[in-house]
Every structure is written in C-alpha cells, then in structure tokens.
C-alpha cells in the first residue's frame, strides 16, 4: 500500500504567475482534498473531490482551481499568484463522498516573491 | 460557519506529568472530532477520532457537548510525544456537506526529560 505523494516539494514562484502542484492519492481512495496552511496556522481547507468531480469548496477564491484524474490522483492550479499564497499545501487522500478519516501528504512549500 | 479553538501556543510539562491538550468547538449540530498530530519531520497524521472512542499512544479524548470541547488528555507524558497537535472537526456526516476539516492552530507541545 502506498502513501499520499506530493510533487514538488518545494517550489518558488513570481508573483503573478501561475502554478500547478500535483497529488497521488492513497492505493484505494476516491478522495481528495487540499488545505492551505501558513506559517504558524493550522490547515485551511481549499476544496475536495470526489470520483473526478469537486464535493466541496472552502473560502478560496477562484483563481484556486484543481482537477482529479481517473486514477484519482489531483491538481492544485493557482492562477496570478499574490505574495500571500506562500504556504504548505497539503494533500490528503480518504475513501467515500465527504470521507473524513484523511491521509496527509508531506506537502508543497510554495513561496511566492 | 464552525470554528475550532487551541487556546494554547504552546505546552510544555515534565516527563510522567500528565498532559491536557485543550480543545473547543463553535457549531450547532453534531460534528466529528479529530485529534491530528505531526511529529518533527513527518507528516500530519490522525491519532484519534471521537467516535472510536479508542486510546491510543495513552492519549484519550471525550466529547462534551455541553461545553463543546474535546480536549485531549494523557496521564503520563512521555518524550516522544512530543510534537504539534491539532484539534479538527468534520461536518461530512452531520449533513454539513463535504466542508473538509476545520483545523484549530494547534499546541506545539514538548515533554521536558
């Protein structure tokens, strides 16, 4: 069985720039789900999906984009970036519509200069 | 909309002493509480949810509704507990809809030997 993988792990951007991070869910889940987490904050929910499909959306605006595949493995897009993007972005991965038992992934660390 | 409370930063006790983690919720209907942990250079991982109403690592938590808390507790702190703790909730199965968790900031927790 293998874990939730994130890629990159670190990445640094310009500001008004786009970026994609990508997730591999957990052998066996149908869900994912991203958080945001600034330095010394816990995560903030982004948005989730569910069998290729977004079940759910946090306070984020739009240019806070994401895609799941049929593998379901996901894409987080982040158009025009601003200096307040820089964050941890998680992945965590679970089974069923709304699963709540989550699987992390060791992260993203954007900066945004 | 629901909001998770840590009011410590953090919390630091002696080896053996016993622990509490504070923990308190703002949401009407009956969510699902989560204790999340994340141990220097590992990802956030799940220790436990209140609807197993297991133990483990030695640490225990109990929802009160009526004071709306979930703190967690350990009666003997050992050094390897040391790490970030955060308090979650899910409304995913109170009919709140796929909203992901809500992360409290969480307590950096460290055991003194």
């Known amino acids: 069985e293998t874990g939730v993988t994130q890629s990159p792990t670190h990445l640094i951007k310009t500001r008004g720039q786009q970026v994609t991070l990508r997730c591999s869910s957990q052998s066996g889940h149908n869900t994912v789900s991203w958080y945001q987490q600034a330095l010394g904050q816990g995560p903030q929910f982004i948005f989730q999906?569910?069998?290729?499909?977004?079940?759910g959306r946090g306070n984020f605006p739009p240019r806070f984009s994401g895609l799941q595949f049929p593998n379901y493995s996901s894409e987080l897009n982040v158009n025009a970036l601003e200096l307040d993007d820089s964050a941890l972005y998680l992945c965590a991965s679970s089974t069923g519509r709304g699963g709540t038992e989550a699987f992390f992934g060791q992260g993203t660390r954007l900066t945004v200069v | 909309a629901q909001r998770v409370t840590q009011p410590e930063k953090l919390l630091s006790v002696f080896k053996g002493a016993p622990v509490e983690l504070k923990c308190n919720y703002s949401y009407s209907g009956s969510p699902e509480l989560f204790w999340y942990v994340q141990y220097s250079r590992q990802r956030l991982q799940l220790l436990l949810r209140?609807?197993s109403r297991e133990s483990i690592k030695g640490f225990t938590a109990d929802l009160n509704k009526g004071e709306t808390s979930f703190h967690l507790k350990k009666p003997f702190a050992q050094e390897e507990d040391s790490a970030m703790y955060y308090c979650?909730?899910?409304?995913?199965?109170?009919?709140?809809?796929?909203?992901?968790?809500?992360f409290g900031k969480g307590t950096h927790l460290i055991i003194q030997p």
């Open positions: 209140h609807i």
């Open positions: 999906y569910y069998r290729e499909e977004e079940n």
């Open positions: 979650a909730l899910s409304l995913a199965y109170s009919g709140g809809g796929a909203d992901g968790l809500t």
